[in-house]
Each structure stands twice: as structure tokens, then as C-alpha cells.
């Protein structure tokens, strides 16, 4: 079984990212369940605007499309900006978007039979906000998000320290995380066990 963490973080690589430090708590999870896991840092690569699965000449989404139907399970990680998902995070959504009118042998939207869930951080409260935007979009495009399929981390409302800079709320956010690896893995099993159906037409 394959699982996809796409990193919203605005920070492009090599600087480091809170967003990356807590999905790893996710990853490392998924991996002792003998998931494959691979990241992707969406902000270091040229996504074209759009609802297209290829926006044409050098736009790097393809290859990123490709690992998602690839992978049983995705995980969406954004950092809060606003009290809103990053602007990195909603390119990335609207460029999904193109999967809910692609279809599998069976008919199927590609993203059935597929779970997701959600990793948020912020040094500013929105983080059930930031949640509830992309899990609604992620199940508009065919996702199943299971039960507690997301972890976040942040100390309240207005400015504050950064995840990786200040321990406090950490067991928290890392509980909750392995206890979201651990619903994704076993809904992506029982729905590789029993798929979803082609919807009636």
C-alpha cells in the first residue's frame, strides 16, 4: 500500500518546514503499518493555475497527478495563514478538482476507493477551519476521509512560536496523528477488501 503526503507549506526546500515536521509524525506511522510513503513539497514545483490534470508545457503537475492515483492514501498538509488553508494548499485542490470527471475501467471517479486526511500548523488558531475546508474538498472529489483522519498543532489564537521551535502541545498533536495514520490504513484496507461500486447512473 502507497501513501502521498503533498506539503503545502509557502516554504520552498532546503528551508525547513513545521508542515513537513508533524506529517512525519503521520508518515512514520504509516510506514511501521508497512505503508510506502513518499512527500511531495508542492511549492517547489511550477503548478500551472487550473482544473486540468496537464496545463500543458512546463507545468509540473503530471507527475504529481501520477502519484495520486498511485497512492491508497493522501494526506494534504498546510500550514494556517489567515485563519485559511495556504494559498499552495488551494492550487493544489483546484488542480485535483479535474479527478472528479476522470473515471477508472469501472466508471469510477479515480479518487474512489482512496481515503485522505489532513495535517495542519500554525502559530494562529483557524486549524478546524483550515480542516474542514480541504476534508470537504477532498471528499467533493471522491475521497473517503475517515473518522479523526487529521492532526493539528498550535497554542491558541494570535502570533506565537513555531511547531518546531516550542515542545509544548507536541504529545497531543503527536497521539493524535499516529491515531489518524492508523484510520487511514485500516479504511484503505477494508476498502481494497470491498471496494466502492461504479455510482448508479
Known amino acids: 500500500m502507497k501513501a502521498l503526503i503533498i506539503n503545502c507549506t509557502l516554504k520552498a526546500s532546503p528551508e525547513p518546514s513545521n508542515t513537513e515536521a508533524l506529517a512525519t509524525v503521520v508518515a512514520e506511522q504509516l510506514a511501521k503499518d508497512g505503508v510506502d510513503v513518499d512527500f511531495v513539497r508542492a511549492v517547489d514545483l511550477d503548478i500551472k ?5 496537464d496545463a500543458g508545457a512546463g507545468d509540473e503537475w503530471p507527475p504529481v497527478h501520477e502519484k495520486l492515483l498511485d497512492s491508497e492514501i493522501l494526506v494534504i498538509a498546510s500550514p494556517t495563514w489567515l485563519g485559511r488553508l495556504s494559498s499552495v494548499a488551494q492550487r493544489v485542490l483546484e488542480r485535483m478538482d479535474a479527478m472528479m470527471t ?4 469501472e466508471g469510477r471517479p479515480v479518487a474512489y476507493n482512496r481515503v485522505a486526511g489532513v495535517v495542519v500548523t500554525g502559530n494562529e488558531d483557524g486549524a478546524h477551519h483550515v480542516i474542514s475546508e480541504i476534508s470537504g474538498a477532498l471528499g467533493d472529489i ?3 476521509v475517515p473518522g479523526q ?9 494570535g502570533p506565537g512560536p513555531d511547531y518546531v ?3 509544548r502541545g507536541h504529545d497531543w498533536s503527536h497521539k493524535t496523528g499516529r491515531a489518524m495514520a492508523a484510520n487511514l490504513h485500516s479504511v484503505a484496507r477494508a476498502l481494497a477488501d470491498r471496494p466502492l461500486g461504479s455510482p448508479p447512473g
Not at 493555475?49 to 490534470?53: A, D, H, I, K
Not at 476522470?102 to 475501467?105: A, G, Y
Not at 483522519?149 to 489564537?157: C, I, S
Open 49 to 53: 493555475p487550473g482544473v486540468t490534470s
Open 102 to 105: 476522470e473515471t477508472d475501467e
Open 142 to 144: 471522491g475521497y473517503t
Open 149 to 157: 483522519a487529521w492532526t493539528y498543532w498550535h497554542l491558541g489564537p
Open 165 to 167: 521551535d516550542d515542545e
